[in-house]
């Protein structure tokens, strides 16, 4: 099968290698296209350690095209789309339903080979069939609308409230798209205006640079602040701007120290929140329903469509910043 191999930070080489055999409770997948993560890319610049793979990518869907033993839920031929991260099922985390944040779990593009590859392996419990209804560009982006959904499950804001978000980002514009389906306002803030126009026409007011944040979320009375950005300096900017009594959600994966003032989230009664990927099998679900029922187009935010030869361009041009989501299509 033909793959891509991250061989150094910046370096993505295609090679043959042989396509993975299932194993028990496995199948094979056949990759029809795959998203390309903001974690991809920081494992491809090299801010992020390789963990077990050198073949990245984990939003895809395919079609299944060998089965494992024991294999009863899932038939050659169907189309299903990937549930990447894998908890063990056996630690006190997934006991408690914190699957999530589970310290063993497997990753697919992390730990375990990733779809940047024509053939990938996947547990059958983890790949979901697809209804025909819904199209490869919104099935393709269900896995980050799962982190999305999860992330405004976490919120306490109510239909008819608002919520901002900094960042828009591929999460920031799916919880965007999936906050004012659920009735949400949202004030949305980003550095770049292409992006802010994103989520405008998705119906979002966007932040008015003449005035500080601050004033604009006391204003809106603002229930939650989503950190999407994944900096420092957004975060400091989240919780120091946030409404009394209000939340801050925290889904950028920011790795530098950030300064705050105890005092000030005491007293203020400000909550911060992390939510990270999402709840297995319960949101997955929940994201599949709400695109089959029409609630929702994740794909919308799918800027860039290259062919799997370009890989190393998609994945330069992803790490620029400017695109929203790109895809690699192996049609």
């Not at 191999?5 to 299932?22: I, K």
């Not at 024991?70 to 189309?79: A, E, Q």
Request: proline fraction near 6%.
């Amino acid at each position: 099968m033909k793959a891509a191999l991250l061989t150094a930070p910046g370096r993505l080489t295609l090679t043959e290698l042989p396509p993975p055999e299932p194993m028990e409770g496995e199948v094979r997948i056949n990759i029809i296209c795959v998203g390309i993560c903001g974690s991809d890319v920081h494992l491809f610049k090299g801010q992020r350690p390789l963990q077990g793979t050198s073949i990245l990518g984990h939003e895809a869907i395919g079609l299944v095209e060998k089965l494992g033993e024991g294999v009863t839920t899932l038939s050659i031929g169907d189309r299903v789309v990937i549930e990447p991260n894998i908890p063990c099922g056996r630690c006190e985390l997934c006991y408690r339903g914190q699957g999530n944040h589970c310290a063993h779990k497997r990753v697919i593009g992390l730990t375990d080979p990733g779809c940047f590859a024509e053939y990938v392996c996947c547990p059958e419990g983890f790949c979901w069939k697809l209804p025909s209804t819904v199209s490869n560009g919104d099935g393709v982006t269900i896995e980050p609308l799962a982190v999305a959904v999860h992330a405004l499950s976490r919120s306490h804001a109510k239909p008819g409230e608002g919520i901002a978000i900094i960042g828009l980002g591929a999460i920031g514009l799916l919880i965007t798209q999936w906050a004012i389906a659920q009735g949400l306002m949202v004030i949305a803030h980003d550095l770049k205006e292409e992006k802010c126009a994103i989520a405008r026409k998705m119906g979002a007011l966007i932040a008015d640079p003449r005035e500080t944040l601050k004033v604009q979320w006391d204003r809106s009375r603002v229930r939650s602040v989503f950190e999407c950005a994944g900096s420092a300096g957004s975060v400091e900017q989240a919780i120091s701007s946030a409404p009394r009594g209000s939340e801050v959600i925290l889904l950028g994966l920011a790795n530098d120290q950030v300064r705050f003032k105890p005092l000030q989230v005491v007293r203020e009664g400000i909550s911060i929140i992390p939510s990270l990927i999402y709840d297995h099998p319960r949101v997955f679900r929940a994201a599949i329903d709400a695109v089959a029922h029409d609630r929702v187009h994740p794909g919308k935010i799918i800027s860039g469509v290259l062919p799997f030869n370009s890989v190393q361009a998609a994945m330069e041009l992803a790490a620029g910043g400017s695109e929203t989501k790109i895809v690699l299509s192996m049609g």
